[in-house]
């Protein structure tokens, strides 16, 4: 047996606060093969989102991981700094959708539409001056057009 592409081990993440540290997620552990399509379910606040970000290293400045490993491709990750998570797995190798994602964009109509319903909505510019921040947009966020 091969082994897991992506593994969480006994996960605990906690937030620093005003009144103590709070655990967010607590002891999480799960695998996830090449191939394998991995789906998290669980009520609002236990922890789905505060996991993935961990897991790409996007936790709030008063996030940490306290204790346990994430494993990806044989490599543990959870200390990479964030330049190097940036540089070799951050958008690259593992992204996050979040769980509004459905609401903000429409799957079945073209970015670039929807951008100039949102750029006709919110400002006068011409439709060929959206088009042209739209794309100077995608370039500084290493999209292609």
Same mark, same amino acid.
């Given at each position: ?6 593994? +969480?081990?006994? &996960?605990?993440?906690?937030? !620093? ?9 607590? *002891?999480? =552990?799960?695998?996830?093969? !090449?191939? !394998? ?6 009520? =609002? ?13 996007? &936790?709030?400045? *008063?996030?940490? +991981? ?18 190097? #998570? =940036? ?15 459905? =609401? ?15 750029? *006709? +909505?919110?400002?006068? #510019? ?7 921040? #739209? ?5 500084? +966020?290493?999209?292609?057009?």
């Amino acid at each position: 047996m091969s082994e897991p592409l992506l593994e +969480v081990d006994d &996960l605990t993440v906690q937030y !620093e606060t005003d009144d103590g540290m709070l655990t967010a997620t607590s *002891n999480a =552990s799960f695998s996830i093969s !090449e191939g !394998e399509f991995f789906g998290l379910a669980g009520e =609002s606040g236990s922890g789905k989102s505060t996991l993935a970000k961990a897991i790409i290293g996007g &936790l709030d400045d *008063n996030g940490q +991981v306290s204790s346990g490993t994430i494993t990806y491709r044989g490599e543990e990750i959870q200390d990479l700094s964030d330049k190097e #998570l =940036s540089q070799r797995i951050r958008w690259k190798e593992i992204s996050w959708i979040p769980q509004g994602a459905m =609401s903000s964009l429409d799957p079945l109509q073209r970015v670039s539409e929807q951008a100039l319903e949102i750029g *006709n +909505v919110h400002t006068d #510019l011409p439709d060929e001056e959206i088009r042209d921040k #739209l794309k100077e947009t995608f370039d500084i +966020v290493g999209l292609q057009e």
